[in-house]
């Protein structure tokens, strides 16, 4: 068997940590970057080891509270957004590990660079989504699809914070798949975001397992070219 290079592989680790695997020593830099644009605990430190390199950053960004949780999945967003601008692609992100704390691995391939257009959806506790840093028009549609067809009850819209949408839900959709409710809406929005040019680029789990709002954020790149067939 011929022998391939491993691909490059960012592991989330703790509360606080990322691992790099098979990256060029830049990356330490790009990630670095990232943690100065959009969180707020800025310092980083970098602890090297012979298999990957570690870097631990200042607060807790894999198990956040409060406002961090928004800034938590900015800083994924802008990690996702220069690996991809220096050629990066994500192949998948996946949960390996069986601790309690585990949390997604994610792989990527090389590309050519790009840069992208992104923004996020969260799904909070049991009742709660959040649009992050969507465009205007997006983050209108998105509230107009979830006004329109959620059946599981009241529906009220606030700003958590700037730049992040809060839609408290009725029924507790995430509590369980018994109700329907948190599907159909899924359904719904996913089919109006592909319409309008919106492709899923990544869902992780980037929380640990113990916090109640351990569900996957979605992360949306603009791919107008990719919209489906009879949308």
Not at 8 to 20: G, K, V, Y
Not at 45 to 61: C, F, M, Q, R, T
Not at 140 to 159: A, F, K, P
């Amino acid at each position: 068997m011929s022998r391939l290079p491993p691909l490059p592989t960012l592991a989330l680790h703790r509360s606080d940590r990322i691992r790099l695997f098979n990256f060029p020593k830049e990356a330490c830099e790009w990630i670095t970057d990232a943690v100065n644009a959009k969180w707020p605990h800025k310092n980083v430190s970098i602890i090297p080891d012979p298999k990957y390199v570690e870097l631990k950053l200042g607060g807790y960004p894999w198990s956040p509270s409060g406002e961090d949780t928004v800034h938590a999945r900015r800083l994924m967003q802008q990690i996702l957004l220069s690996l991809r601008m220096y050629g990066y692609a994500l192949y998948c992100s996946t949960g390996i590990f069986n601790d309690d704390c585990g949390k997604d691995v994610l792989v990527f391939e090389l590309r050519e660079p790009c840069a992208l257009n992104m923004f996020s959806i969260s799904l909070n506790q049991h009742d709660t989504l959040r649009v992050i840093d969507a465009p205007p028009e997006i983050a209108q549609m998105l509230t107009n699809c979830i006004n329109t067809y959620y059946e599981g009850g009241s529906v009220r819209v606030s700003d958590y914070t700037k730049g992040c949408l809060n839609f408290k839900l009725w029924s507790s959709p995430w509590t369980d798949g018994y109700q329907p409710f948190g599907t159909m809406i899924v359904a719904h929005l996913l089919a109006h975001l592909s319409a309008s040019g919106w492709r899923l680029y990544a869902a992780i789990n980037q929380l640990t397992k113990d916090e109640r709002n351990s569900k996957d954020t979605w992360y949306f790149s603009y791919e107008p070219e990719a919209k489906l067939i009879g949308m």
